[in-house]
Nanobody, 124 residues
Framework: QVQLVESGGGLVQAGDSLRLSCAASGRAYTMGWFRQAPGDERQFVAALGWTGNWPIYADSVEGRFTLSRDKTKNTAYLQMNNLKPEDTAVYYC????????????????????WGQGTQVTVSS
């Protein structure tokens, strides 16, 4: 079982930046992020496959967030720029163990591994 550990959350002001990190204890083919705000459903943020060069983003973060990964370190990063109050949520790192999964990146059931979550709070 691969463990995912997130770090980098915090309290910032609107327009600021944060970088989240997710360290995996082993290989996860696809790595990505979901988020959940209080009272809201869990929402896909971004994901990147093992062989892919182009991450997939939710429309709400496209152009502001950048997902990258270092496969040699089993680590994924989410650079979040121009943060908005509506980005406030607990951010969860995710990973899957199936190479060439048939499920969409945005489908939470695709993922076998989930981190414990890190809080991001953006004040206006």
């Amino acid at each position: 079982q691969v463990q995912l550990v997130e770090s980098g959350g915090g309290l910032v002001q609107a327009g600021d930046s944060l970088r989240l990190s997710c360290a995996a204890s082993g290989r996860a083919y696809t790595m990505g992020w979901f988020r959940q705000a209080p009272g809201d459903e869990r929402q896909f943020v971004a994901a990147l496959g093992w062989t892919g060069n182009w991450p997939i983003y939710a429309d709400s973060v496209e152009g502001r967030f950048t997902l990258s990964r270092d496969k040699t370190k089993n680590t994924a990063y989410l650079q979040m720029n121009n943060l908005k109050p509506e980005d406030t949520a607990v951010y969860y790192c995710v990973g899957d163990k199936a190479h060439n999964s048939p499920y969409a990146f945005s489908y939470d059931g695709r993922y076998d591994y989930w981190g414990q979550g890190t809080q991001v709070t953006v004040s206006s």
